[in-house]
């Protein structure tokens, strides 16, 4: 018998188990959808789990205010102060690794080794954002040799508000990596979860809004993607758009409604086990080149 987790398990025979109804985290709030509307979200087995808010429309694109009154702020902030907070929801995250595997265990099918295996590698992730988070500018940056009396600096700096589209079959791991360089960068993310594994998403929002996490620079929506992805593609406050989490056939269309304010758009397949790269740092930051008179 593979070894089970105390959350995977099923309920005693003659007890009614409670469902929690989990709502959508905007503005650093729990609303429910404005729509009222809700849908099952069952285990990779077939079983009940919880019910989750369907986000509107209307829901996306308070979630995108949200995260354009939140971005200038937490753009201004140092780069080690972002690496603290990032680290600090990799804190919390571990303090509640028995709730995060049990949720990865649920969703995914995975066995409870597994379960914790993923857990620990996202963890493992956000502390290796967390650590790039003031050495970035470093990297990327330069100061460049020009012919004259100037200084002449290149400087990263965030796009802005930045939707992401969840991984569908990682539920923590992929969300982790997809989420974390957006905001380690600066920039705030509007997040829509997996559609049929959501749970680690908004376990992963209350954690955020314990933590450290401005209100507003993280935003997490549940449910149909091919329902909000449009919305938020042609979105003119939307900076940029990872479509990792879309469909194949959907990309197309959506690449053609962010082209309508010249989003920058990421299409990304990778292993999320795999060791990261500085690709998605890079993805959501513009360069900037600065002049400066030598002796003033």
Sequence with gaps: MPERLPGAERPRSGRLEVHKTYKLFIGGAFPRSESGRSYVVSSAGGRRLANAALASRKD????????????????????????QVVYRLAEMLEGRAAQFAASVAAAEGATA???????????????????????????????????????????????????????????????????????????A????????????????????????????????????????????????????????????DARPDLERLAAGNLKRVLVLE???AAVPSLRRLRAFVEVKTVWHPVGI
Excluded at 202 to 208: F, H, K, N, R, W
């Design 189 to 248: 993310a509007v997040v829509v979860a997996s559609e049929a594994r959501p749970l680690p998403a908004v376990t992963l929002a209350e954690v955020a809004a314990t933590s450290d996490v401005p209100a507003g620079v993280v935003n997490v929506l549940t449910g149909r993607t091919g329902e909000l992805a449009p919305v938020l593609a042609g979105h003119m406050d939307v900076g940029a758009l990872d479509i990792s989490g879309a469909a194949p």
């Design 270 to 272: 990778e292993d999320w």
């Design 113 to 187: 080794r597994a379960s914790r295996r993923i857990v620990a590698a996202s963890i493992d992730r956000l502390v290796w954002y967390a650590g790039w988070a003031d050495k970035f500018a470093q990297v990327v940056g330069s100061s460049n040799p020009v012919a004259g009396p100037y200084f002449n600096f290149t400087i990263p700096e965030p796009t802005g508000v930045v939707a992401v589209l969840a991984p569908q079959v990682s539920s923590l791991l992929g969300l982790v990596s997809v989420l974390a360089p957006v905001v380690v960068t600066g920039n």
């Design 60 to 83: 996306a694109r308070d979630a995108v205010a949200a995260a354009r009154a939140a971005q200038p702020a937490w753009a201004s902030s140092t780069a080690y102060n972002r690496g």
